[in-house]
């Protein structure tokens, strides 16, 4: 063989391996589903027969530095999910009420819950689910919140709109390639699972915030409930598979793969913030894109 056919069959053979591992890393993993009949308690307690059998997907996230293990199963009915993550700290106050004794009234404090998202896709063709993406798309949120829904057993319920669009609401982020593009966070129809306790007189130092109330309609579609033990969340969830909900993801086809991503912070488009008792709060994204399947049908 000449040199210059061995030159080409180099040049060719690097192509060829690049193309490969390119392709590769490009490639979604994938969290397949178990089928179980005997679907888990949403207690945030991993006990369940259900879950003994099921092996994690393990997920970085990489605004948090930290790993999340994702486990789930469905039955006929509901899809649910186990997730689990180290945190030093359980932190279950958000946004308390300080006494302020020189002007003798309650201001807003530096705490901030603990949080966990999950995030799907509503479009038809693969998306990237990052704040930062080039591409508009529609993704249908999972909000679980320390303080302000775990103590009713609910998640919160919201869509997340990325577009070129700068609407009244919406905040301006820019995409991996210099793009402006705008973040739109909305609330699913229905009462919401908290509201402000407004306090006057005084009857302690630091107060919750806010007080509990069960929600309703679409935004009572993701049951959740979390437990922290020895520096480690342990979270379930359970969500019916088709909810009729216009603003909610349908896992009506059990055929298909659904893309979605986790992160252990809120999703906001916002910067660190030092004040904070979290100061990454605020500045979650989606580092890596799932693709959810189910199994074992």
């Not at 909305?186 to 908290?194: I, N, P, S, T």
Request: aromatic content about 12%; proline content about 3%.
């Amino acid at each position: 063989m000449g040199k210059n056919m061995k030159h080409m069959f180099i040049v060719t053979a690097l192509f060829f391996i690049q193309l490969f591992v390119l392709e590769a890393f490009c490639q979604a993993r994938s969290l397949v589903l178990k089928k179980t009949t005997d679907p888990p308690i949403v207690d945030g307690i991993d006990t369940d027969q259900a879950w003994q059998s099921v092996d994690p997907l393990v997920v970085f996230d990489q605004v948090a530095d930290r790993q999340i293990k994702v486990r789930g199963v469905y039955d006929a009915e509901k899809i649910y999910f186990l997730v689990s993550f180290s945190d030093p700290d359980e932190s279950r106050l958000h946004k308390s009420w300080v006494w302020d004794q020189g002007r003798s009234q309650y201001v807003m404090g530096n705490m901030r819950e603990d949080v966990f998202v999950f995030k799907w896709s509503m479009e038809k063709e693969p998306v990237d689910l990052s704040i930062h993406a080039d591409d508009a798309s529609r993704s249908d949120v999972w909000f679980w919140k320390a303080n302000r829904t775990d103590p009713v057993g609910y998640a919160d319920d919201k869509m997340h709109i990325l577009s070129q669009i700068d609407s009244r609401d919406s905040t301006q982020v820019v995409s991996k390639t210099g793009r402006l593009m705008y973040l739109l966070r909305l609330e699913d129809a229905g009462r919401k699972a908290y509201e402000i306790d407004l306090l006057v007189d005084y009857v302690g130092d630091v107060r919750n915030r806010y007080k509990n109330e069960m929600p309703s309609l679409s935004r009572a579609d993701v049951r959740a409930k979390g437990l922290w033990q020895k520096g480690s969340w342990t979270i379930e969830f359970s969500r019916a598979l088709v909810t009729g909900h216009g603003d909610d993801l349908q896992f009506s086809n059990l055929n298909q793969s659904y893309q979605f991503g986790v992160s252990t912070l809120e999703i906001a488009g916002r910067k660190e913030n030092p004040v904070l008792s979290e100061p990454l709060y605020g500045s979650g994204d989606i580092g890596e894109v799932i693709d959810l399947v189910f199994g074992g049908r």
